[in-house]
């Protein structure tokens, strides 16, 4: 992902090796400003506790190699604002939720990416060794695809990394804006011994994806005809491929074709900050992509999470089977403010992502491992929620909780018309918010909320009557979520693809102290907020279960989690050195 490309040149050095590599020598003011104790920053109220982000300041390519975790992410280790600094940061971890930090894998040294160094993907190669395609701004000021490997594939934390003498391997086609040239997937071997790789792009305002083939990784070419595209969308970020088993929840590795097969395309739109994606099949002979669901739009289209969602990146976790799903969550609070409070962004919890039983969506969950940082729990019984109804749950940390509900539907005849024209989610949530009472709904939880109730964060349902049918609106509330006037409040909401007649309508929220990320229906719709709340804070934070609605509504279950707080880019210095407190071996 990149903002912008700049023309200040940062003052690093390199130094020529053999083999056709660039050595990445260590800057030691940088690694000062990244190694930077968590501790000094924990005590404010919005820093996450089970969620990454670094100890400071602003903060790409996720991968397994040798049974170790690594997250290589853009970083700022001067600022907790987007400037040509960044560098990439390097994270390890066996869980995905204790990270280990390390020093930075990739800064700006060459030509090639001497303006900056941006979003990139992790492939693994036959042999088992990683490689790295990035974007770099180069020095004059045009994004280019550039290769990183390892200096020592033997070593399972990687902690050294060479660039290409041939750097770079590929760059902006004509008639294409120089500045739109950018983030290159991971790439994928077809049956042929080719290798594959999309590069996001724009054509005027038609966004897409260039697909390019090499045979050495090295030397690539650019296919004739984009991968895929569409009028109207404005440049794509952050693109990905992969395919998603039709008969199986597990996941499958980048390069897998052949049948019972889909494949998804991902875009990140950088006019509207939506991650959106489509599903189809394709043709690996001819490199043709044929969408069969969803369509990728600036407003409609089916998108990973309808809320603060953006740079979204999958990878294979060949060690578990699964395809994991990650992105950047950023602040909702002013820059000024993110300057005051010294850093800025954080990534989601990371999620299993597989195919619906539909083949129409996508479905998406918490990792498991999160679950182990669950404390103290709580249980309800069933519970029947009256008119007006708010009850609140004790005996967990409400700041810091993961919560399972799930509502049954009584009198569902009384549900409310959705008109035809109500097509658009997020405006029926900010019209119809956790405020304004329905038939129906709305009924759902109330979090990080004051005690007075001036301030809380509503994640709700509504139930709608439509064509002989009934649509499940899902809202994420912020309008009352901090007193403070200057953040980004706005309300985010989805429709849920089930049937709450004939199914119980569940709902997960994991509240981290300013986010919340809400998955209905077992994952078919999630919502990502930011909030930050003045009152609402640490002890003074409580969680409720409400139904605004005039009809009953029925708690079939709840179950709450206090969570414990996860080591992330812990150190410690010893004898002027910085190093981690400990490693998750």
Not at 107 to 133: R, V
Not at 234 to 258: H, N, Q
Not at 564 to 577: L, T, V
Request: aromatic share 12%; net charge negative; with cysteine.
């Amino acid at each position: 992902m990149v903002n912008s490309c700049v023309s200040l040149v940062l003052l690093l050095f390199t130094l020529l090796l053999g083999h056709g590599f660039f050595r990445l020598e260590a800057s030691q003011n940088i690694c000062r400003n990244i190694h930077t104790s968590q501790q000094t920053c924990s005590a404010q109220p919005y820093r996450t506790s089970y969620h990454f982000q670094p100890p400071m300041n602003w903060m790409n390519a996720p991968m397994i190699y040798k049974g170790i975790y690594h997250f290589f992410y853009q970083y700022n280790p001067q600022a907790a604002v987007w400037d040509i600094s960044i560098v990439w940061a390097h994270s390890t971890s066996t869980d995905l939720i204790n990270w280990t930090p390390h020093d930075p894998a990739i800064y700006p040294s060459q030509p090639s990416d001497i303006n900056g160094c941006w979003s990139g993907s992790a492939t693994i190669l036959p042999g088992g060794e990683p490689a790295i395609l990035y974007t770099g701004c180069s020095s004059k000021n045009t994004q280019v695809q550039n290769l990183v490997v390892p200096k020592n594939s033997s070593d399972p934390y990687l902690l050294e990394w060479v660039k290409s003498a041939e750097n770079p391997l590929m760059e902006p086609p004509e008639n294409v804006d120089p500045s739109s040239f950018r983030d290159p997937s991971t790439a994928w071997l077809g049956p042929d011994g080719t290798w594959r790789v999309v590069i996001g792009s724009k054509f005027q305002d038609k966004g897409l994806v260039f697909l390019y083939r090499s045979k050495d990784f090295v030397n690539w070419t650019r296919a004739e005809q984009p991968l895929h595209s569409v009028e109207g969308t404005g440049i794509w970020e952050c693109p990905d491929f992969f395919p998603v088993s039709t008969d199986s929840l597990i996941g499958i590795d980048t390069s897998k074709t052949g049948p019972n097969i889909k494949h998804v395309i991902k875009a990140s739109l950088f006019d509207t900050q939506f991650d959106c994606y489509i599903i189809g099949t394709y043709d690996v002979t001819t490199d043709k992509f044929i969408p069969e669901a969803g369509s990728i739009d600036k407003v409609s289209g089916l998108r990973y999470d309808y809320g603060q969602f953006y740079a979204s990146k999958t990878f294979f976790d060949s060690a578990n089977n699964r395809r994991i799903l990650w992105a950047w969550i950023k602040e909702s609070s002013s820059e000024a403010d993110d300057i005051k409070k010294g850093w800025s962004g954080l990534q989601a919890i990371p999620r299993s992502l597989w195919l619906d039983k539909s083949g129409k969506q996508l479905v998406q969950w918490p990792i498991a491992e999160v679950e182990r940082q669950r404390g103290h729990q709580v249980d309800w019984p069933s519970k029947l929620l009256e008119e007006g109804s708010v009850l609140e749950v004790t005996g967990i940390t409400a700041a810091q909780a993961d919560v399972e509900i799930s509502f049954e539907i009584i009198g569902s005849e009384k549900a409310e018309v959705l008109y035809s024209s109500w097509t658009n989610p997020q405006l029926l949530c900010s019209q119809l918010g956790a405020s304004v009472k329905g038939a129906i709904g709305p009924f759902g939880l109330l979090v990080l909320a004051s005690k007075d109730f001036q301030e809380y964060t509503a994640v709700f349902f509504r139930i709608f009557k439509y064509q002989n049918k009934y649509a499940v609106l899902m809202c994420s509330d912020q309008s009352r979520s901090s007193l403070h006037t200057g953040n980004d409040k706005t309300t985010y909401g989805a429709f849920l693809d089930v049937d709450p007649v004939h199914e119980k309508l569940s709902l997960r929220s994991l509240t981290d102290h300013s986010i919340v990320e809400s998955f209905g229906a077992g994952g078919k719709a999630c919502i990502t907020a930011r909030v930050y709340p003045t009152l609402a804070i640490d002890e003074a934070a409580h969680l409720y279960a409400f139904n605004y609605g005039t009809e009953k509504v029925k708690i079939t279950s709840l179950s709450a989690w206090s969570m414990k707080q996860a080591r992330i880019n812990e150190i410690i210095q010893q004898e002027d050195r910085w190093i981690p407190k400990e490693r998750d071996v």
